[in-house]
Antibody
């Protein structure tokens, strides 16, 4: 059974940093592209970042470029999102999601339960 | 303001057929495939339709979707109470070099 379990969310002050993790199991992690998608309270879905299976291709939404870094460790079946210079508008539930095929298909077939990041003083 | 445009709400009675639209542009829907996601309150999204009109295993054939030009639509026939949820369309955008979502449509089963 495919499972994605996010962790690392919490309360952070503006300007602070945090690293989210996503532990994957039930599939060959190293062969799939992975993604982070977020959802602010009461709002819609917003794509944050994607990384190819070998980390050779990485994409970010404009609002996080230069502040967030996506990475993965295929040996540990884990996906990460390092978030720096956090802002109030980064407050959201962050979901880890698996790409069903190529990144550009925007097809995410398995999602984690999400982890909540709150940026507030 | 979302790149893809969906109606904020839709409704229908049990057994009815409802349609949710998703409007984009030549850089997203006009060039790339469309996917649809269903999200129940407090839960993670679920893939409902991929590659314009393909259903993942386990998704009932009451759900169908299509794409024409720069627009797409999701149709739900034989509406059931468990269909009450938020529905999102998504597609890759060549100009933004990333995926974009619609703002979501809250479907109410009356």
């Amino acid at each position: 059974e495919v499972q994605l379990v996010e962790s690392g969310g919490g309360l952070v002050k503006p300007g602070g940093s945090l690293r989210l993790s996503c532990a994957a199991s039930g599939f060959t992690f190293s062969t799939y592209s992975m993604n982070w998608v977020r959802q602010a309270p009461g709002k819609g879905l917003e794509w944050v970042s994607s990384i190819s299976s070998s980390s050779s291709a990485i994409y970010y939404t404009d609002s996080v470029k230069g502040r967030f870094t996506i990475s993965r460790d295929n040996a540990w079946n884990s996906l990460y999102l390092q978030m720096n210079s956090l802002r109030a508008e980064d407050t959201a539930v962050y979901y880890c999601a698996r790409s069903r095929s190529v990144i550009a298909a925007a097809t995410w077939d398995y999602w984690g339960q999400g982890t909540l990041l709150t940026v507030s003083s | 303001q979302s790149v893809l445009t969906q109606p904020p709400s839709a409704s229908g009675t049990p057994g009815q057929r409802v349609t949710i639209s998703c409007s984009g542009s030549s850089s997203n829907i006009g060039t790339n495939t469309v996917n649809w996601y269903k999200q129940l309150p407090g839960t993670a999204p679920k893939l409902l339709v991929y590659t314009n009109n393909q259903r993942p295993s386990g998704v009932p054939d009451r759900f169908s979707a299509s794409k024409s030009g720069t627009s797409a639509s999701l149709a739900i026939s034989g509406l059931q109470s468990e269909d009450e949820a938020n529905y999102y369309c998504a597609a890759w955008d060549d100009s933004l070099n990333g995926p974009v979502f619609g703002g979501g449509t809250k479907l109410t089963v009356l």
